[in-house]
């Protein structure tokens, strides 16, 4: 186990130049002046929430390897505590992170693929016609059972992901989907309970081959229309988010083409732990 003084050092090194609440605030006061210093944060409250999880998590991570892993050696684990005390030290480590984890998540989707039984996935599931023609039309059903499964989630209150209201919520019985004046955000349970961070990336690269390889469907069928694009998840903790320039024109081709025949393909893959995505597009 990581000692106390380790847990102690690794806290220093990686928040010391993050705000800290001066000593004898009440209750009340001290909030007051977190609020502050979450407004006042270089990109705001959000940008404030996102680096104290990432710092939160690289703490986790480095106590872990301190315990079981490389920085057991005293020499090790002086050079990390080093490291991490700067922005750009930080940066290094989290990408050491991601690719150690793209790499043993390759290598076990190889040895998977590997097996005989291996398959293309099928649609995860079926959109309802109805409920479509009711996302077309512009009717919300408003929150229901899984948009108050996602909202009581504790990394969601932390992250504060709705402490602005959407403009309006559909739900399926595969999800549901969130209104902005920008577009929409499309959230899925498999993927949430499976853990959200990890399918930001996945999905954009099935968004990727779901837009240029379609084969079920007549040729351009699926072709993207103009003033439609995907971003990544991240900046609202979904799978997805579509941004429209004009969302009342291409909110027929959302509900007729992506909801109803691509994400069902598209979220298959992304939950399948087997499926490997090309690395370069």
């Not at 050696?73 to 990390?80: G, L």
């Not at 399918?199 to 690269?205: D, G, K, T, V």
């Not at 971003?231 to 909801?259: K, M, S, T, Y």
Request: hydrophobic share 45%; net charge negative; with cysteine.
């Amino acid at each position: 186990m990581a000692s106390d003084l380790d847990t102690v050092r690794v806290l220093r090194v990686l928040f010391h130049d993050m705000p800290h609440a001066p000593r004898g605030l009440t209750p009340e006061e001290n909030l007051a002046w977190t609020r502050r210093s979450m407004a006042e944060f270089e990109g705001g409250d959000m940008a404030y929430t996102l680096e104290h999880v990432t710092r939160n998590a690289m703490l986790d991570l480095i106590l872990r390897l301190r315990e079981d892993g490389y920085l057991q050696e005293d020499a090790a684990f002086e050079k990390m505590l080093e490291q991490v005390a700067t922005d750009a030290g930080r940066q290094t480590f989290r990408d050491w992170c991601i690719k150690a984890q793209k790499s043993a998540d390759a290598t076990a989707r190889l040895l998977n693929r590997a097996r005989p039984s291996w398959t293309e996935p099928g649609p995860l599931f079926v959109a309802d016609a109805q409920q479509i023609a009711r996302f077309v039309a512009g009717q919300p059903s408003g929150p229901g059972p899984l948009f108050d499964e996602f909202s009581a989630r504790d990394d969601v209150h932390e992250i504060g992901v709705f402490d602005e209201p959407p403009q309006a919520v559909h739900e399926f019985p595969w999800g549901f989907v969130t209104e902005t004046p920008d577009g929409w955000a499309i959230y899925l349970p498999g993927v949430w309970r499976a853990g959200s961070v990890g399918s930001f990336e996945r999905f954009l690269s099935a968004w990727q081959l779901e837009t240029q390889t379609r084969s079920d469907m007549p040729a351009a069928a699926s072709s993207v229309p103009p003033g439609l694009s995907a971003e990544p998840g991240i900046a609202r903790f979904c799978c997805l988010i579509l941004q429209a320039n004009d969302p009342a024109a291409l909110r027929l081709w959302v509900g007729e083409v992506f909801l109803a025949h691509m994400l069902p393909a598209m979220a298959a893959r992304v939950l399948d732990p087997n499926y490997d995505f090309p690395c370069a597009w």
